[in-house]
């Protein structure tokens, strides 16, 4: 069993607007095509987690804390739920959407806002917090996009990650062998 242990409870969680504020990731590494040779591009796969409230799979993401900056709660989403460790690559945008579990005194009708964040993964876990209710599945993209349970997230999948990480290889030169190097996410 792992030594972190997850936080619960919404003592610290943070609102906005009567907005429920949440912090996630698209967590993502290269794999090598094993059909072609050693010099072919690597493929991209995202890691995705199952929902404990339905069918379909997710994407890391949980309520951002006081003590914490959204970069931060992102990534301990991603050490939490899914057992990762890696670096925020790029902050892919806000996107609003209303949760059916989290309604409360700040935000009755359930309503939230997630800062979402790419995360290049360095480090899989074998054990994490909530590893006996979160399994965890490495997906390409279309593989991802086929199973995403909520269409805010394939959104942030289809529109904005594939585009950027496509950007991020042509703009660098890179050949995918090498990772992109970290970028402070913008927030504007």
Known sequence: MSDLVA????????????CRLVAGC??????QDESSDANSEKIVEVLMINSQSGPGLLFPKGGWENDETVEEAAAREALEEAGVRGVIM???GCYHFKSKTHQDDFSPEGLCKAAMFALLVEEELDSWPEQSTRMR???TIPEAAENCRHPWMREVLEEV???????KMLSSG???QNSPSPATP???
Do not use: M, N
Not at 26 to 31: A, G, M, N
Not at 161 to 167: D, I, L, P, Q, T
């Open 7 to 18: 936080r619960t409870g919404r003592h610290q969680q943070r609102y906005e607007a009567g």
């Open 26 to 31: 698209i967590p993502f590494r290269y794999r």
């Open 90 to 92: 790029k902050f892919l």
């Open 137 to 139: 599945r490495w997906l």
């Open 161 to 167: 990650f594939s585009k950027w990480h496509a950007e």
């Open 174 to 176: 890179e050949d995918h």
């Open 186 to 188: 913008d927030q504007s």
